[in-house]
């Protein structure tokens, strides 16, 4: 994978320079101040700087802190520190800004509420919510009363469905009231009535309701206030002349290339449990997003739906479980890290040489936060889902900002053909959302509870989400589409409770490594001194120091453990943006830090600044200023594959009283074997005239089940094989063995297999079930289980691919899958390693003979079913179907383990047969040969 940076960064910086005093700062410093804090301004608009000290304590360190972050803190907020595009040259250059700063305006999002039309008008148009579906006689649909998201209902009718699904695109109320005279007779009083109705309850929105995207709301509506302190400020800097040095990225692809191969995957708890809760609810169908995030009707998400008390009683209950001590899993580059550290020597991790292959990729384009330290970048932060997150809401500036950002998304776009990228627009938070203000970057958008300035916008009843290989994939109906959600802003998602909203934001961080980098205190917590990292010419991390309790207390202790540990040079206290910059050399700066200490139950930790006059940027007048710099890097490589929609199969259901009788028999995981032999088989054995061919599927949702399903000969007598079955049950369901017995409507997989394949698949679920009944009667302990599942999995992938190649690629993407899915680290590996070094010792010895007959026609029925495959990857899916049922039959619990296992020993199996294929038949290994004979 080769990265490259785009041709262009941006460069933050502070108000104020360095070298500059409170003294000549302090009336500029008073009108930032106003913007920040309206309250803190009244105490000191008439205020000149010789008084400051006729203040509070806390007073004057609230002024000390405002003229900190103006000097040091280069991210923007009002007038406090301004953003510059930036070229990238090819050499030095010096670099000089405009001291200057023009401050661009625009009217709090926090008042568009004052603003809002009251009534539509003619010329309007109007759209319908994009969260509303249709659930029997009912329209649902997320609104937001009060700041808060809720899933509500209302009863549908013919005319608001009509309305509904006529303003699935923009519509004038012209041609609203149009269609409900045509086909309804309604007037156009009584038209308008109803979509003011509709409008207030927000089934529809208006177009003079606010966007989020696009050309600013104020703006489009022609809304103008003039110029305030309260307003929304972004402040911009010309540069006049000179360019960053590309000589000084010049490691930074190697560093980035060592991250990847050295950064874990990530892990995103709430996404592994819907992909979890979906795989054994809807398996490999398409479902609706809209009623996928029901929680009724679908699975919710992250528990977003339970109401505010429940959820605070579920995170004290979480807090409970916690342990206190603190787990860490350690890794080759964690013992290399904590040697150095043990060691007290100096670290650069170029000197670790990395083992195995790369494990996560980074994002098609992503962000490298920096500052420059004696020529050396200073990594702050690298990562992130898109590069246009942290750039996104500079697009407000101009033209030059869009059309970076624009590049930005081509890339993305283009990397991945036939996937569809799209903006999510979304807004709930008044002064917080200003930041969600952006251009629209993306060839698509989804709007949530706003309107829409894009031509087609797309609708929650629009997309699909399916699980496909261990994945959450989404889908658009209308495009037959792959699509992949994008929010180019630096808004923190987890904030919301919309449930969809967060769900699309994690699904955009699925199959790409977000947090690119190293840092010492993740790895190791608390410890008291951390130091410094690098990587050839770059700092990847700055040493730190727990400041102790004992050094808090006043200024005197403070002087003596800086002194003691050395430290002379300036350090940041605070976390993120709102970190404070200390000179230990300043009294002041003392004062302030022991006023930062004050009451802080959490740990202080200081860190090295890195800064040094000479990589600071100078204006016209000779100020210094501390840069901070937001390069973009990319790299071409396919992230998501192409996922068309699947042909819509019409749907197959059978209710009881129908040719398909289907029973749900709750009982325990250890006795369902015991069940199927006793009571299931022998019934339906002393039944078999009435039945043309019956299966069953274990199941655990809501709990542990069997899945009987039976197909009748004469529909009329289903009634007195459910009498017999229910009679061989009575008696394990009066002591407890079968808590319960349930009679359910069949839905035939025809979206996953087809409508033409059901009945070939339907008979292959019945002779394995067969097959398998045969095999666990057969079966001493779980070792000869896992060598029949073996021999079972390795006939079935030879019946498919003729090649060992083929088959030794199959297996090695199936474990790939699940171990994705299982998050299956070098610990997991290793174990499953010394597993099939002790089964692989057994594989030789003789085991069961199988009943011929069933055996083969066992066989040709699965060739039957892998023969109507329409082409290699349908033959692939086929086949990783019906060995995942297989296995779900002949083990009663944990199936999806014992699946990845079976998976990484058939690997083992067919890499073992490969290497040897060109030996003698007697030279083999023994343990390869499997010895399973058929009997007549």
Known sequence: MKTKNFDQLICRTPAFGANQELEQCWPA??????????????????????????????????????????????TPFGS????????????????????????????DWSTREAHLPRAISPASEVLTNSSTYFVADQVRYIKLANGIFELTSVDSSSELRAVLDHCRTKRSPGEVFEMLQQHFGLARTAALSLLDQLIENQLLHHDGQPNITGKDYFKRLGISTGPSPSDYIIAQRAILSGSFDARLLRDLPDWIEFCTVNSRPNNNQDLSDFIRSFSQRFEDREISLSKAMDPEIGIGYGNLEQQQETRLANDLKELKKKKTNIQLEYGELQRFLLKKIIAGDSIDLAGYKPKGDQKAMPANTFSVVFHLYQNRPVIENMGGTSANALLGRFTMLGQDFEQYAKEIAGVETSANPDVLFFDIAYHAENKVDNINRRRQLYPHELSILNWST???????????????????????????????????????????DLAVFRFLCDVQAQEVQVDLGIDLTNLFPRLEEYPRVNFRGIIVSPAKWMLPRSAQDN????????????????????HSDQQLCIDPRDKKDLWALCNYCRNRAADIYLTEALLEEKDQIVDQSANTYCPQYIASYYHDQQLYAPSPTKPQEPTALYPPGSKW??????????????????????????NRNMLKKWFFIRYTDPSAHIRLRLELKDPSKGHVLLFAIQQQLQPQMANGFVSELAIRTYTKETQRYGVKRMELVEKFFALDSAFVLQVLKRTKDNNQLMRSALQS?????????????????FAKKMLAIFGHEIHLGPQGYKKLNADFKLISKTLGSPMHSLPKRLTERWKRSFLRVIHSAEDSARTGQLLADLIHLHINRLFYDEQRAHETIAYHHLQRIFQITLAVKDLPTQTIPQQLQFPMTSER
Request: net charge positive; hydrophobic share 40%; aromatic share 10%.
């Open 29 to 74: 410093l008073k009108k930032m101040i106003q913007q920040s804090s309206p309250a803190f301004y009244d105490l000191i608009q008439n205020l000149e700087h010789q008084h400051i000290g006729s203040l509070t304590e806390r007073a004057q360190f609230t002024i000390w802190k405002y003229f900190n972050r103006a000097k040091y803190r280069a």
């Open 80 to 107: 406090f520190a301004a953003v510059s595009l930036m070229e990238i040259g090819h050499g030095p250059s010096q670099i000089i800004l405009n001291q200057r700063m023009i401050d661009h305006h625009w009217i």
């Open 454 to 496: 894009h031509p087609q916008p797309l609708s929650l009843s629009d997309i699909l989400v399916a699980v496909e290989n261990g994945k959450t994939i989404l889908k658009s109906k209308k495009y037959g589409k792959r699509i992949m959600p994008r929010i180019p802003s630096a808004y923190n998602y987890t904030r919301s």
């Open 555 to 574: 200024i005197e202790n403070l002087v003596a453990w800086l002194k003691e540990k050395n430290i002379s040079d300036r350090f940041k206290v605070g």
């Open 661 to 686: 009788l289907y029973l749900e028999i709750y009982v325990h995981p250890s006795a369902t074997n015991s069940l199927l032999f006793s009571t299931i088989n022998g019934t339906l054995s002393k």
């Open 793 to 809: 999995m390795q006939w079935l992938c030879q019946l498919t691919f003729k090649d060992p190649v083929d088959q030794l690629s």
